[in-house]
């Protein structure tokens, strides 16, 4: 998308998604911003959630079993004008490789995902891994727009 001197969440902004694709990234790039923006086009996403980021848990579900899911929660963005940039609700979900033991918390505005969200860590990728999973199974007709342009 770009030549690896901008930003991929910069160069983020210059993209028209439609509604429904959920683009999917890896780095962490927290733009608060930018996910209130796709969430109020419609525009779903998944990337990994800064360690430093300040939240308060609104709601827990409880992890599915035999399952590496440790938290599944919805949340609100605490931190200094979060909320101004995202008063939207969202959903951090921690999970662990069996492999490594690693540890991969995710942050998405898709709260409607199932019991089959872990499979986002089968190789810690938040982005990466859970892409083709949502394109075959979290809704009944395949999701015609997903983009892992940022991965």
Not at 12 to 19: K, N, R, S, T
Not at 47 to 58: G, I, P, Y
Not at 95 to 117: K, P, S
Request: negative net charge; aromatic residues 6%.
């Amino acid at each position: 998308m770009t030549d690896g001197q901008v930003a991929d969440v910069k160069a983020a902004w210059h993209i028209a998604f439609a509604p429904d694709t959920i683009v999917g990234e890896d780095r962490g790039d927290n733009d608060y911003r930018l996910f209130a923006e796709w969430t109020d086009a419609g525009v779903c996403f998944v990337t990994r959630m800064k360690d430093n980021a300040q939240f308060e848990v609104v709601e827990e579900r409880a992890p599915p079993q035999n399952r590496n899911i440790l938290n599944d929660q919805t949340i609100r963005l605490t931190g200094t004008g979060a909320q101004k940039k995202c008063p939207h609700l969202l959903r951090r979900v921690e999970a662990v490789r069996e492999d490594t033991g690693d540890r991969r918390v995710c942050l998405t505005n898709h709260h409607g995902l199932g019991a089959e969200f872990p499979l986002l860590a089968d190789n810690g990728h938040c982005g990466q891994s859970i892409l083709p999973f949502l394109n075959r199974n979290s809704r009944p007709n395949p999701i015609p727009n997903v983009s892992s342009s940022f991965s």
